[in-house]
């Protein structure tokens, strides 16, 4: 399932003019967004239980919103203004291609956040993002 997740947003990135380039880095080396150029390296190899899906979603968001002329590398902390508007889009994003049609009292928070292996600091955005 998440490498469909993985390809639709694949096809998001290429409706919004970004290109989306795999390297191989190491553990240490996070996905990077350069904003300015609409490109977006995605590293497999990143040391990070968070999902490959939110991940990509996540960078695309700071793409299409945030300051063009920055440079932003994969953050799943929440402290940062920008950083926590740019989780809450990723996941309202991911939610929305996961649960499609999905009635809302057949979704569910707790299984969306193991799903995609999110921190408990994200209990907030998933609650609020997951439901219409």
């Keep these: 399932m998440h490498e469909e997740l993985f390809s639709q947003l694949l096809y998001m990135a290429r409706q919004s003019d970004i290109t989306i380039t795999e390297v191989v880095g190491d553990a240490n080396d996070p996905d990077v967004a350069f904003c300015k150029q609409r490109i977006i390296n995605i590293n497999r190899n990143y040391k990070s239980n968070i999902s490959l899906v939110i991940r990509l979603a996540h960078e695309i968001t700071h793409i299409n919103f945030s300051n063009p002329s920055y440079l932003y590398t994969f953050s799943p902390y929440?402290?940062?203004?920008?950083?926590?508007?740019?989780?809450?889009?990723?996941?309202?994003?991911?939610?929305?291609?996961?649960?499609?049609?999905?009635?809302?009292?057949?979704?569910?928070?707790?299984?969306f956040m193991n799903e995609f292996n999110l921190p408990s600091w994200f209990e907030p955005l998933v609650k609020d993002a997951i439901y219409d």
């Design 78 to 111: 929440i402290k940062n203004k920008e950083e926590r508007i740019t989780n809450e889009r990723a996941v309202r994003i991911v939610a929305k291609l996961f649960y499609g049609d999905t009635p809302n009292e057949f979704r569910n928070w707790v299984d």
